[in-house]
């Protein structure tokens, strides 16, 4: 007799479907054991995925950090859990839960998360980063490479003579540089990202790595860190990324190489402190020298991968509205004062203490494009903020979700408002005392009134607060006022300029890039036209 079949499968037999569906139903369990999250009710809510297992996952590739202020915005949670596979995040959307959990804490910790992507993106080796987590969180005391580099960099680039040798320095170079730029009424016209780009990269290189860094003896190196940038995130997924991301392998290797011939011919001695002590350190450590010159690629990628995007942004948000570039203009002249030789200075410290328009723009433009997110790891299961958090999970203080919050920022905290931070918009009912940060900053730069400190999230937080936030925004506010004093900025055909929307749907590594290039022309303003301008720290 023929096996009877079914009827909308007539060529499949009833035995066949059986054992098919017996195969799915051990499949799902077995896919639910092991990938299905041990949701406890204490937890912060959870999302569940539309797809499950994978779907929010993939909404994330799809999508980038974007994704997290679209579930943000159908939930309106100021915590919720988000199961990945077998793991589960919480993503933080409340400024003032990460207030409290970016305080250092005995059951959270930064390094845990991050130095597995630091080791897969720089190919280190099982000894280097043994050294690295050694005592990384400090459990028995402040010994160990970690404690004593972060200790390091915070006093280095503190507010302090340190700091203030290394501005001066960045200052001359960039004068050195822009005053060789459309001289004697010539004008020129660029690819605004790029030139940006190819100016840090000289500039922050030798004024930080010294006069015979890497850039300046190959200067063909610098379009390979771009590469390597260009492609750190296929390094980071690490399936054999000779193959699958050669162009950012290669680059890497290439610039590794370079790095440890710099260390092995003592180069550095001629650096700036911060780099003489961070090799010094890796050095006594235990790193030998391959790897020590291999560790400093992610420094390059520290001082420009942020940097040189922030500064396109507030370039382009300021000369794409012609009344606002007047305006700052007119304000930044204020740090102008004139020298015997005929020559004018532009001083930086009264650029971010007396120059509220432009510290404003400055500031809000990397809220605008602050989409990337502080990281902590739970060590045990705890309750911080009320909120109980499971072991081994992932917290995300969600950036994109709190700069674009409408009750932190208020109704306009989706477009760019250059006078935000002048006088604030948002909620009075958002009540918290300036942080010890905040008031150590310069009055100019200080947070509007009723927004929490940790809403402003472009420097992370807490004992991990970038060491280099100081040096950036004087680099980047001295440049732009450069531009701004002595340039005519226009599109090629003399227009205002017209900027190009961010790129918002890749993972992050950086801040929102411009979804390509806007081509400007920079012409020498009437009257300066010979003038030579001199940026002071």
Same mark, same amino acid.
């Given at each position: 007799?023929?096996p009877?079949?079914?009827?909308?499968?007539?060529?499949?037999?009833?035995?066949?479907?059986?054992?098919?569906v017996?195969?799915?139903?051990?499949?799902?369990?077995?896919l639910?054991?092991?990938?299905a999250i041990?949701?406890?009710p204490?937890?912060p809510?959870?999302?569940?995925p539309?797809?499950?297992?994978?779907g929010?996952?993939?909404?994330?590739?799809?999508?980038?950090?974007?994704?997290?202020?679209?579930?943000?915005?159908?939930?309106q949670?100021?915590?919720?859990t988000?199961?990945?596979?077998?793991?589960?995040?919480?993503?933080?959307?409340?400024?003032?839960?990460a207030?409290?959990?970016?305080?250092?804490?005995?059951?959270?910790?930064f390094?845990?998360?991050i130095?597995?992507v630091?080791?897969?993106?720089?190919?280190l080796n099982?000894?280097?980063?043994?050294?690295?987590?050694?005592?990384?969180?400090r459990?028995?005391?402040?010994?160990?490479?970690?404690?004593?580099?972060?200790?390091?960099f915070s006093?280095?680039?503190g507010?302090?003579?340190?700091?203030?040798?290394?501005?001066?320095?960045?200052?001359s170079?960039f004068s050195?540089?822009?005053?060789?730029i459309?001289i004697q009424g010539?004008?020129?016209?660029?690819?605004?990202?790029?030139?940006?780009?190819?100016?840090?990269?000289f500039a922050n290189a030798?004024?930080?790595?010294g006069?015979?860094?890497p850039?300046?003896v190959?200067?063909?190196?610098?379009?390979?860190?771009?590469?390597?940038?260009a492609?750190?995130?296929?390094?980071?997924?690490?399936i054999v990324p000779?193959?699958?991301?050669?162009?950012?392998?290669?680059?890497?290797?290439?610039?590794?190489?370079s790095?440890?011939?710099y260390i092995?011919?003592n180069?550095?001695?001629?650096?700036?402190?911060?780099i003489?002590n961070r090799?010094?350190?890796n050095?006594s450590?235990?790193f030998? @020298?391959?790897?020590?010159?291999r560790?400093?690629?992610?420094?390059l990628?520290?001082? /420009?991968g942020?940097? !040189? *995007? $922030?500064?396109?942004w507030?370039?382009?948000?300021?000369?794409?509205r012609?009344?606002?570039?007047?305006?700052?203009?007119?304000?930044?002249?204020?740090?102008v004062s004139d020298?015997?030789?005929?020559?004018?200075?532009?001083?930086?410290?009264?650029?971010?203490t007396?120059?509220?328009?432009?510290?404003?723009s400055?500031?809000?433009s990397?809220?605008?494009?602050?989409?990337?997110?502080?990281l902590?790891?739970?060590l045990?299961?705890?309750?911080?903020?009320?909120?109980?958090?499971?072991?081994?999970?992932?917290?995300?203080?969600?950036?994109?979700?709190?700069?674009?919050?409408?009750r932190?920022?208020?109704?306009?905290?989706?477009?760019?408002?250059?006078?935000?931070?002048?006088?604030?918009?948002?909620?009075a009912?958002?009540? @918290?005392?300036?942080s010890?940060?905040?008031?150590?900053e310069?009055a100019?730069?200080? /947070?509007p009134?009723? !927004? *929490? $400190?940790a809403?402003?999230?472009l420097f992370?937080?807490?004992?991990v607060?970038?060491?280099?936030?100081?040096?950036?925004?004087?680099?980047?506010?001295?440049f732009?006022?450069?531009?701004?004093?002595?340039?005519?900025?226009?599109?090629?055909?003399?227009s205002p300029?017209?900027?190009p929307?961010?790129?918002?749907?890749?993972?992050?590594?950086s801040?929102?890039?411009?979804?390509?290039?806007?081509k400007?022309?920079?012409?020498?303003?009437?009257g300066f036209?010979?003038?030579?301008?001199?940026l002071?720290?």
């Amino acid at each position: 007799m023929e096996p009877t079949t079914v009827a909308t499968s007539p060529a499949l037999p009833v035995s066949v479907l059986s054992l098919l569906v017996a195969v799915a139903t051990v499949v799902a369990v077995i896919l639910h054991r092991f990938l299905a999250i041990d949701y406890d009710p204490r937890e912060p809510p959870i999302i569940k995925p539309g797809i499950p297992y994978i779907g929010h996952i993939l909404g994330i590739i799809r999508h980038g950090t974007k994704y997290f202020d679209t579930v943000n915005r159908q939930t309106q949670y100021p915590i919720y859990t988000l199961p990945t596979l077998s793991s589960r995040q919480y993503i933080v959307t409340s400024p003032l839960i990460a207030a409290q959990l970016q305080r250092q804490h005995k059951d959270l910790a930064f390094y845990n998360v991050i130095l597995e992507v630091t080791r897969r993106l720089l190919n280190l080796n099982s000894d280097t980063m043994r050294i690295i987590l050694t005592n990384v969180n400090r459990e028995e005391g402040d010994w160990g490479l970690m404690p004593k580099m972060h200790d390091m960099f915070s006093v280095v680039l503190g507010r302090g003579e340190s700091l203030k040798e290394l501005t001066r320095l960045q200052m001359s170079l960039f004068s050195e540089m822009l005053n060789e730029i459309a001289i004697q009424g010539d004008s020129m016209e660029i690819g605004l990202f790029e030139w940006i780009k190819s100016i840090f990269a000289f500039a922050n290189a030798k004024a930080l790595y010294g006069p015979e860094n890497p850039f300046a003896v190959d200067p063909s190196l610098v379009e390979s860190f771009w590469e390597f940038e260009a492609g750190m995130l296929a390094l980071i997924i690490d399936i054999v990324p000779s193959i699958t991301a050669r162009k950012a392998h290669n680059a890497r290797e290439r610039i590794a190489k370079s790095l440890t011939e710099y260390i092995r011919q003592n180069r550095y001695h001629k650096a700036s402190q911060v780099i003489q002590n961070r090799v010094g350190l890796n050095l006594s450590h235990g790193f030998t @020298e391959a790897e020590a010159g291999r560790s400093e690629i992610i420094l390059l990628f520290a001082i /420009l991968g942020n940097a !040189v *995007p $922030s500064t396109f942004w507030v370039v382009a948000n300021i000369i794409s509205r012609p009344s606002l570039m007047d305006e700052i203009r007119k304000e930044v002249e204020l740090a102008v004062s004139d020298n015997d030789d005929g020559s004018k200075s532009i001083d930086v410290s009264t650029l971010e203490t007396s120059c509220p328009l432009f510290v404003s723009s400055y500031r809000e433009s990397l809220r605008t494009i602050g989409n990337l997110a502080s990281l902590r790891y739970v060590l045990r299961d705890t309750v911080i903020a009320g909120q109980y958090l499971k072991k081994d999970s992932v917290i995300q203080m969600a950036g994109i979700v709190i700069h674009n919050d409408k009750r932190t920022w208020g109704e306009d905290s989706d477009q760019f408002n250059p006078r935000r931070f002048i006088k604030t918009r948002a909620s009075a009912a958002v009540k @918290e005392e300036p942080s010890e940060m905040d008031l150590k900053e310069p009055a100019a730069t200080q /947070l509007p009134a009723g !927004v *929490p $400190s940790a809403a402003f999230r472009l420097f992370g937080g807490g004992s991990v607060v970038c060491p280099g936030r100081h040096f950036a925004q004087s680099e980047i506010l001295a440049f732009v006022a450069y531009l701004l004093l002595a340039f005519d900025i226009s599109a090629p055909d003399g227009s205002p300029v017209k900027v190009p929307p961010p790129d918002e749907e890749k993972i992050p590594l950086s801040v929102l890039k411009p979804n390509g290039d806007v081509k400007i022309k920079l012409r020498r303003r009437e009257g300066f036209e010979s003038t030579k301008w001199v940026l002071k720290a």
